[in-house]
């Protein structure tokens, strides 16, 4: 299994990023893809998750994101995507993308929100 998160980056409040997780080693379309994210000494936060096409691509995020992420996957890529919009300071941390079940984690991007 492999995880390979992009698109980070220094950006400014109020700024847009869009992340990429290009994933490999498994099925992917059978898996709940998660985005997560982490400051260095506090436990990962549940960004968003995004269901499988069985479920219509049910998404789910955490308050502190709701209308300004959002999440999407193209199965016929392999890759699950987070468009983070209206960026703000307290959205700087390491983001990685995460299958589920199972246990795999990418290296992570660093997303930095800062004037």
């Known amino acids: 299994v492999q995880l390979v998160e992009s698109g980070g980056g220094l950006v400014q409040p109020g700024g847009s990023l869009r992340l990429s997780c290009a994933a490999s080693?498994?099925?992917?379309?059978?898996?709940?893809m998660t985005w997560y994210r982490q400051v260095p000494g506090k436990e990962r936060e549940l960004v968003a998750f995004i269901g499988t096409a069985g479920t219509d691509g049910f998404t789910h995020y955490a308050n502190s994101v709701k209308g300004r992420f959002t999440i999407s996957r193209d199965d016929a890529k392999n890759t699950v995507y987070l468009q983070m919009n209206s960026l703000k300071p307290e959205d700087t941390a390491m983001y990685f993308c995460?299958?589920?079940?199972?246990?795999?984690w990418g290296q992570g991007t660093q997303v930095t929100v800062s004037s």
């Open positions: 080693g498994f099925i992917f379309s059978s898996y709940v």
């Open positions: 995460h299958p589920s079940p199972g246990n795999y």
